[in-house]
């Protein structure tokens, strides 16, 4: 991923106020999810608490680049926004059209850049800790790239009074399609990492209730 100077600068302000305002902390689900991270391009999947959640991300995980999947209009909302998101390589959805772009961009990332992307497939910020319904892009991507899947829960929250923290999964694979990517695989596939996001959600209270 190239980066120009000018971000480049400005990331060395900016990592060091995430550290000191969020100090963020990562658990991982057991040394076996610690050991394999990343160590392959990986398909992130994140729920969505707030526009901050891949700075936070590329933070914690720095220097390994990681593309972050972003709305078109985050973007086009004004010139810093889209100098910002496009030196950090996200990769932009256009929700307002019909476009699968973004997915072979995603695929070619993976494939062929061999640097991991991560998506937030809820689309918007869930409230309360409620762990919205995904949309199917994330399960094309996987089943085209047949790419390593890594579940990331961010429990936040974004404070100067509260420590951000995150619960990072074991690396998995989808179940290949059989009859091709039909509408029944895809759903399938959906449900399944949704309910694997409760789970690690889950996971992540009933380690904070041991310490």
Known sequence: M???KTYKAMVRILYPL???IYHPKVYFEDKESQKAFLKEPSILVCNHIAHVDGTVISYIFQPQPIHHLAAK????????LRWYLSNAGCIPIDRK?????WIHTSIKTLKIDKESI???PE??????????PFHSGVTMIAAMAQTPIVLLYNNGPYS???RCEMLISKPFMLEPPTDGLTSDYVQAQTDLLHE?????QQKFYELKNQK
């Open 2 to 4: 190239k980066e120009s």
């Open 118 to 120: 991560a998506i937030y």
């Open 123 to 132: 689309g918007r910020h869930g409230k309360n800790h409620e762990i919205l």
């Open 160 to 162: 100067l009074t509260k």
């Open 73 to 80: 209009d985050r973007f086009e909302q004004n010139a810093f």
């Open 18 to 20: 995430v550290r000191l």
């Open 97 to 101: 059209t019909v476009s699968t772009d």
């Open 196 to 200: 694997k996001m409760i789970e690690l």
